[in-house]
Structures are given as structure tokens and as C-alpha cells.
């Protein structure tokens, strides 16, 4: 079972500004899209932004200008950097690598991690 390590996420002010981090296994990295969904009370998980193996992007509409990710393939890291937060995307955050070895298709999630921005 691949394991995806998150860290940084924390409680910060609106305005604020937070990077949450996802290391996954080479293997896994080199052939998935990487994305971060977030989850918040009450509702459904949704994506928040999606990054291809060969760095295509895309964003949902609520994040898009405030939000960016990216992919450092030298160390197997996902990335998503978070400005301008507002109380809104107080969430769990969750990374996905999701891709195909072969015919073998796989879907992976970390552990979630959790940011609160407060008014």
C-alpha cells in the first residue's frame, strides 16, 4: 500500500498564507497525477487542484489566483501553496496520486491534514 505523507497544514487568520506538502514513493510520483481535495464539515470531498506528470494544471474556480500548485520530481513532492485564505476553505486537505503501471490502475490518499482560517 503506497503511503502519501502530508504536513503543513494549521490554523492561520484570513488573508494568511499556508504550503501543505505531499511526499509520495518515486515510483508512484513519476507516473501520477497528483491532486489535493479538501473535505469540510458536512460536505463532499471536492477537488481543489490537479497537477499532471507532465505539469498540466488545474484549478476549481474557488481557488483559482489564490491557489498554486506544483511538483518537485526530484523529491517526490506535491505542493500547494495557499494565499489570500479565506474562512471558507477551512478544510480537510487530502492528497491523491491516481495513475496506471502498466494496465494496473491505482488510486492513493494521505491522511488529510487540517486547515482552519479563522475570521
Known amino acids: 500500500q503506497e503511503q502519501l505523507v502530508e504536513s503543513g497544514g494549521g490554523l492561520v487568520q484570513a488573508g494568511g498564507s499556508l504550503r501543505l506538502s505531499c511526499a509520495a514513493s518515486r515510483i508512484i510520483f513519476r507516473f501520477s497525477a497528483m491532486g489535493w481535495y479538501r473535505q469540510a464539515p458536512g460536505k463532499q470531498r471536492e477537488l481543489v487542484a490537479q497537477?499532471?506528470?507532465?505539469?498540466?494544471?488545474d484549478y476549481d474556480d474557488s481557488v483559482k489566483g489564490r491557489f498554486t500548485i506544483s511538483r518537485d520530481n526530484a523529491k517526490n513532492t506535491v505542493y500547494l501553496q495557499m494565499s489570500n485564505l479565506k474562512p471558507e476553505d477551512t478544510a480537510v486537505y487530502y492528497c491523491?496520486?491516481?495513475?496506471?503501471?502498466?494496465?494496473?490502475?491505482?488510486?492513493?490518499w494521505g491522511q488529510g491534514t487540517q486547515v482552519t482560517v479563522s475570521s
Open positions: 491523491n496520486a491516481a495513475g496506471r503501471i502498466g494496465s494496473t490502475p491505482y488510486n492513493y
Open positions: 497537477i499532471t506528470s507532465d505539469d498540466g494544471t
